[in-house]
């Protein structure tokens, strides 16, 4: 068959994932991106430790960060991202933000991390109170909500699985649950940690009950990808997604052209006589110069329906 013809494919921009060894929702994370933007995803190196803190402070060392962006740069992504959120809150906000100056260092690219893009999405979303729901162990949960004090947010409540593995086989129904157990007291909004437990389905359905934006690990971390790329996240029914106009941004007003200037008005000319179109007839009618008047036809007697 002759395909000679065919064009493309289409050029496509990439975005650099760095994920811990036993990330399992590679398809999640790509329900978040638009048809024209591939994911170059890499793992870190596997370690015998179950999740926890110890688990977070191993996936999150530096050396193991620039050997990973590294070998994403093959690849050319223009954005790196860095998927996990234990591993980017353990450090507090000052490890968060040294893991991003690291990564950069090592790719020469603008880089992210899931426990920043939370922070930027709440910003986004102008959120100060959240409930909390993570899969994690109750000190690691802690470790959390220790990051999100000192970035000033405050957790309203939170729930949570004591998961040490096989945080992808969480169904849905658990993730709802516990959402509904966290949202207590005055929260504005709803985050569901952990890029490893499953939420995309979920959100809308939570938004919908709960009338608060929900906000996932794994959403956050490609909203705030993307954003770097000017690309916007796909996500039916997730308010964090919506058109907004940003705090930052002033639309620039279109130039307007002056006007052209007003011709000078000559003045009118005098009106002379005006003549007689004609007399008038029977039922009003004018009629012109020379030609008779028409008698006016009488109305038929049967006049029903009319008025």
Known sequence: MEVSFLGGPEPQRGVGVVAP????????????????????????????????????????EHETLGEAVRAL???????????????????????????????TRAGELPSLTTSGALVEALEELGVGRIALVTPYT???????????????????GRAFLGLTRHIW??????????????????????????????????????EAE?????????????????????????????????DRPSAHEVPAMPPVEPLP???????????????????VGPVGAATPPGQAALPAEPLPEDTEGWT
């Open 138 to 156: 109750e000190s690691v949960t802690q470790s959390l909500e220790d990051y999100l004090g000192e970035v000033g947010v405050t957790v309203t």
């Open 21 to 60: 060894f036993d990330f399992a929702l590679d398809r999640e994370l790509w329900r978040w991106v638009p048809d024209d933007i591939s994911l170059r995803v890499t793992r870190t190196p596997y370690v015998p430790v179950e999740v926890s803190l110890d688990l977070a402070r191993l996936v999150s």
């Open 73 to 103: 740069g093959a690849s050319e992504p223009e954005v790196i991202a860095y998927a996990c959120t234990s591993g980017s809150f353990v450090g507090g906000a000052a490890g968060e933000r040294a893991m991003c100056e690291a990564m």
């Open 169 to 206: 086989k969480v169904p849905y129904r658990s993730v709802v649950d516990m959402a509904r157990q966290a949202v207590v007291g005055a929260a504005d909004a709803l985050f569901i940690s952990c890029t490893n437990l499953p939420t995309y389905d979920a959100i809308p359905q939570l």
């Open 261 to 279: 200037p007003i011709a000078p008005v000559s003045p009118a000319a005098p009106i002379g006589p005006v003549e007689p179109f004609g007399q």
């Open 210 to 242: 709960l009338r608060m934006p929900v906000l996932s690990a794994n959403q956050v971390t490609m909203w705030a990808a993307l954003r770097r790329l000017g690309a916007h996240a796909v996500g039916p029914y997730q308010a964090l997604l919506l």
